[in-house]
């Protein structure tokens, strides 16, 4: 596909889930399933290997595979994707960009090197150097909350001044200060959580990276529609769906110490819409299959739009 501009990268974007087999295998077969759901279900864009895909925790040979994989059915389909080159490695992560350039990716997503806090003037220098190899395909900055460096504002601001052709970035979000000024940076998306994309988007956020996504994408998709037509409805929804996050969602984080990787791979198991299994690649703990199924039930309750697809009514 061509590569997409700033503008163009917006809405509900989700994520290939990693299944994980008993033997610490790829599932490939279960993999290319999870796909044709996904183009099916109407998202705005697909991408791969960020942290439910497990980047940090597969051969080059398995990040060759599953790019070709999702570049292969996006491009048959005429769907947006992009490709996840992260890698706490900065030399790795510019050797798979150059791979994965033929697979003409709408976008390419980095995290900043993760060994050491990079300064101001070496995250230039890493951007600068990542565009650099992109040739042309825009890159998307992945910068969670866990980062070693997470860039404020003035540090976006100055990435684009800079003339680094950064076209998007994937944030935790912030308060109204923050969207003030990043609202203030032309010419870049913003990306923030999907559990709260309708309030991200009233501060002028562009879409999610979406752990709703993970839940069930068809509902994910339609509540996003309803962020352009019905913004009241939209935030009536996401309060619920903030309640179902503080009860039973953050706990497990907080409290039980799992990995967001493994909580969106049970957001996934218990709707069953991606034939997920729970498993996390060694050497991470995975959500219980009795945690899930307490899950299920709290999420069925709160939250049934996402058990019955069918009917949207938000």
């Known amino acids: 596909?061509?590569?997409?501009?700033?503008?163009?990268?917006?809405?509900?974007?989700?994520?290939?889930?990693?299944?994980?087999?008993?033997?610490?295998?790829?599932?490939?077969?279960?993999l290319q399933e999870q796909l044709k759901t996904l183009?099916?279900?109407?998202?705005?864009?697909?991408?791969?290997?960020?942290?439910?895909?497990?980047?940090?925790?597969?051969?080059?040979?398995?990040?060759?595979?599953i790019s070709g994989?999702?570049?292969?059915?996006?491009?048959?389909?005429?769907?947006?994707?992009?490709?996840?080159?992260?890698?706490?490695?900065?030399?790795?992560?510019?050797?798979?960009?150059?791979?994965?350039?033929?697979?003409?990716?709408?976008a390419i997503q980095v995290i900043l090197p993760d060994w050491s806090p990079l300064s101001q003037d070496e995250v230039l220098h890493f951007l600068d150097g990542v565009c650099n190899a992109a040739a042309g395909i825009g890159v998307v900055l992945y910068n969670p909350p866990h980062a070693k460096r997470v860039l404020?504002?003035?540090?976006?601001?100055?990435?684009?001044?800079?003339?680094i052709p950064l076209v998007g970035c994937k944030t935790a979000g912030g308060d109204e200060g923050w969207y003030a000024q990043m609202r203030a940076i032309p010419g870049l998306?913003?990306?923030?959580?999907?559990?709260r994309l309708a309030s991200g988007m009233q501060s002028g956020a562009?879409?999610?990276?979406?752990?709703?996504?993970?839940?069930?994408?068809?509902?994910?998709?339609?509540?996003?529609?309803?962020?352009?037509?019905?913004?009241?409805?939209a935030l009536q929804f996401e309060e619920r769906i903030?309640?179902?996050?503080?009860?039973?969602?953050?706990?497990?984080?907080?409290?039980q110490h799992y990995q967001g990787q493994a909580i969106d791979k049970m957001l996934a198991w218990i709707t069953g819409w991606g034939n997920v299994p729970l498993r996390l690649r060694w050497p991470y703990r995975s959500v219980t299959e009795e945690e899930a199924l307490r899950v299920r039930e709290h999420c069925r309750n709160l939250l049934p739009e996402f058990f019955e697809t069918g009917v949207w009514s938000g």
């Open 69 to 106: 994989m999702l570049a292969e059915a996006c491009n048959r389909a005429g769907m947006p994707f992009q490709i996840g080159c992260n890698c706490t490695n900065p030399k790795q992560t510019l050797e798979r960009i150059k791979r994965i350039r033929p697979l003409k990716p709408g």
């Open 152 to 163: 404020a504002p003035d540090a976006y601001a100055a990435i684009i001044n800079k003339g």
């Open 206 to 233: 562009h879409g999610a990276y979406s752990n709703l996504a993970c839940l069930h994408p068809v509902t994910a998709q339609h509540w996003y529609k309803d962020m352009r037509t019905n913004m009241e409805k």
């Open 1 to 30: 596909m061509e590569p997409l501009k700033a503008n163009e990268i917006y809405g509900t974007w989700a994520t290939l889930l990693l299944p994980i087999g008993e033997d610490e295998s790829i599932r490939y077969d279960a």
């Open 242 to 255: 903030g309640m179902f996050f503080k009860q039973y969602i953050f706990p497990l984080i907080i409290e």
């Open 39 to 65: 183009i099916a279900s109407g998202v705005n864009g697909i991408y791969s290997n960020g942290t439910a895909g497990e980047f940090y925790n597969q051969t080059e040979a398995e990040f060759d595979g």
């Open 189 to 195: 998306s913003l990306f923030v959580p999907g559990h």
